[in-house]
């Protein structure tokens, strides 16, 4: 199963929490043992897993990301975005979750968020989730 | 192959090296081409794949997260544990390692550690084993 | 498929661009729909999926892991080379990328990169190329 997500994020730095969608997608896919992996196609954008149940926790994520990549070091890219990069570079843009009894398994504070780091932007999520093969 | 390790970790930061258990693990499965991929279900833990001969270098890790993600900046997440949340996404809760002839398959210098960053907890780590699909 | 890379790399720290030695050895590889995992067996060194078009990018990358991790601080690890362990932590040892209809797919400005942080050396990327479950 391959799919892309679409995802609007709003400012631009924003975690958007997708884990129902992908959960969604899961549930709707022939999947019954297997893994879901996820991949951001972007350069100043990733993916991050951690507690999506208190918004303070993501607020904290961006800030300390923001204090360990400042805006105004002396950066050689023009763009002007070079602080998206290497935040989409510490947080990764490839990530994997368990599939379980035809359902995503993740821990009970875990959620799942595409991190934008250069927004506001339309951002795309890839899908791919397998059985495993001892099950085919 | 699906398992789930338990781990109890010893202090609030707390490097663990799970190499030798999960080895044994995989020597038990059936696999004999594949992929173990590892996840932490926590959101202030991950696992860490790095040197695991001399210990000092699981020492200086914990040092410069700790400089990096300093205990006291003005996070807004009221249970005062924001550092071990951002550490568990620098380092990542999902790895994976190769299997081949039945064994992981990891460079000379590597070993695999539960990070630990808001202990002493009792922890897990799951661990799906997984046959190349070509070998099905 | 299983095959290893040798990359040379040419100063202490360097991002070398393996995209396209990767990219080819895919598209030799039987893999019509699959994943294309990448794993650094080494301690001192890391994979990174970011930018490839704007030289610049990968200097900044580096700049600022420079800055996160500074050379003088009060490490314990005696061979000197601590920073480079922990940068290797935090760019990543294991990535992957989908592989589709034969190719690498990738977003349009990412590139895979080998990140020595602890050159010059002689290294290795170990690839492992696996048909979904699902089509074999």
């Known amino acids: 199963m391959f799919i892309k997500l679409d995802i609007q994020t ?3 730095v924003d975690l958007i929490d997708i884990t129902q969608r992908i959960g969604e997608a899961i549930e ?7 893994i879901c992996f996820l991949y951001c196609p972007h350069t100043t954008a990733g993916i991050v897993l ?3 149940w208190d918004p303070t926790v993501e607020n904290d994520i961006a800030m300390v990301l923001g204090r360990m990549v400042p805006d105004n070091l002396a950066y050689g890219h023009s763009e002007g975005n070079s602080p998206a990069h290497i935040k989409s570079v510490l947080v990764g843009t490839d990530h994997f979750i368990f599939v379980r009894s035809g359902k995503l398994e993740m821990g009970q504070w875990q959620g799942i968020f595409l991190a934008e780091f250069d927004g506001p932007h339309h951002r795309s999520i890839w899908i791919k989730a397998v059985n495993d093969a001892d099950a085919c």
């Not at 709707?28 to 297997?34: F, L, T």
């Open 10 to 12: 709003r400012a631009k």
């Open 28 to 34: 709707e896919a022939n999947i019954s043992e297997g």
């Open 50 to 52: 951690n507690e999506n």
